[in-house]
């Protein structure tokens, strides 16, 4: 009997969209993609989508959906009150029927919150953890997927600590030697003319947005209502309540 051997790039590749709204999450299925991470306000990195995007989403796909849970932009260390709605909202995903959620808590510091991280996992119970590119940011990567896959994290979406994945590459190579039971899943920056680069190195998931910008208005709006000077990873923006109470007295 003959035993043939399938090459290296004959073998199956899953392919990820991130996706930000339902037209987004149809044009991924509609392309071909297997898996769909579901988030909004891409331009920040991606939030989690309201209650009314997770049951549209969910009625009108038939792939897969992991959700993003982060519930607002900037870092990834969450007050009390901020960790207590992430965890709602994955109990939320549970209840809905989403396949996965995609989430992930540091320290000031930088490093992996494992407790809380651990707690999130727990939450999600049977339903697939992508640990996010928070990753790209903890000072020591191969500890912290270690720490990752002893929580019982199964997929790790990382462009290996740089700004696109393929200048990342040598450190997702080297997380991939490393791994054990997590999939290590490279993002950002990947393309139709990069892609297979990807699985030639032997990964077998990519994920990426494919965004195209459409022109949306018939023409422009006389006031920005985008704020880009507010936006930075290290700060925070929030109500004051000095702020809020000298307005009142002012006018009260």
Same mark, same amino acid.
């Given at each position: 009997?003959?035993?043939?051997?399938?090459?290296?790039?004959?073998?199956?590749?899953?392919?990820?969209?991130?996706?930000?709204?339902?037209?987004?999450?149809?044009?991924? /299925?509609?392309?071909?993609?297997?898996?769909?991470?579901?988030?909004? /306000?891409?331009?920040?990195?991606?939030?989690?989508?309201?209650?009314?995007?997770?049951?549209?989403?969910?009625?009108?796909?038939?792939?897969?959906?992991? #959700?993003?849970?982060?519930?607002?932009?900037?870092?990834?260390?969450?007050?009390?009150?901020?960790?207590?709605?992430?965890?709602?909202?994955?109990?939320?995903?549970?209840?809905?029927?989403?396949?996965?959620?995609?989430?992930? #808590?540091? @320290?000031?510091?930088?490093?992996?919150?494992?407790?809380?991280?651990?707690?999130? #996992?727990?939450?999600?119970?049977?339903?697939?953890?992508?640990? @996010?590119?928070?990753?790209?940011?903890?000072?020591?990567?191969?500890?912290?997927?270690?720490?990752?896959?002893?929580?019982?994290?199964? @997929?790790?979406?990382?462009?290996?600590?740089?700004?696109?994945?393929?200048?990342?590459?040598?450190?997702?190579?080297?997380?991939?030697?490393?791994?054990?039971?997590?999939?290590?899943?490279?993002?950002?920056?990947?393309?139709?003319?990069?892609?297979?680069?990807?699985?030639?190195?032997?990964?077998?998931?990519? @994920?990426?947005?494919?965004?195209?910008? #459409?022109?949306?208005?018939?023409? /422009?709006?006389?006031?920005?209502?985008?704020?880009?000077?507010?936006?930075?990873?290290?700060?925070?923006?929030?109500?004051?309540?000095?702020?809020?109470?000298?307005?009142?007295?002012?006018?009260?």
């Amino acid at each position: 009997m003959s035993v043939y051997l399938i090459p290296e790039l004959e073998l199956f590749m899953l392919v990820e969209v991130c996706a930000n709204s339902v037209e987004s999450a149809l044009n991924a /299925e509609k392309g071909g993609a297997d898996r769909i991470e579901l988030c909004t /306000e891409l331009g920040v990195g991606g939030i989690t989508p309201s209650f009314g995007l997770l049951k549209s989403v969910r009625e009108r796909t038939s792939i897969p959906v992991r #959700v993003l849970i982060r519930p607002r932009s900037g870092d990834f260390t969450y007050s009390d009150t901020e960790f207590d709605g992430m965890v709602k909202d994955i109990e939320l995903c549970a209840s809905l029927g989403f396949d996965g959620v995609v989430s992930g #808590v540091l @320290h000031k510091d930088l490093t992996l919150d494992a407790k809380r991280t651990a707690k999130l #996992v727990k939450a999600a119970g049977p339903l697939g953890f992508t640990f @996010h590119r928070a990753f790209d940011w903890v000072p020591n990567p191969i500890r912290t997927l270690h720490q990752l896959q002893g929580m019982g994290v199964d @997929h790790l979406l990382s462009s290996g600590q740089q700004k696109t994945a393929l200048e990342g590459i040598d450190l997702l190579a080297a997380l991939l030697q490393e791994k054990t039971s997590c999939t290590i899943m490279p993002g950002s920056g990947i393309r139709s003319d990069n892609a297979l680069l990807f699985k030639e190195r032997g990964f077998r998931e990519i @994920h990426l947005s494919g965004t195209e910008v #459409v022109r949306h208005l018939e023409k /422009e709006a006389k006031v920005p209502m985008s704020a880009k000077n507010n936006l930075a990873d290290g700060m925070l923006l929030r109500t004051s309540a000095d702020i809020i109470s000298k307005v009142v007295a002012s006018v009260k």
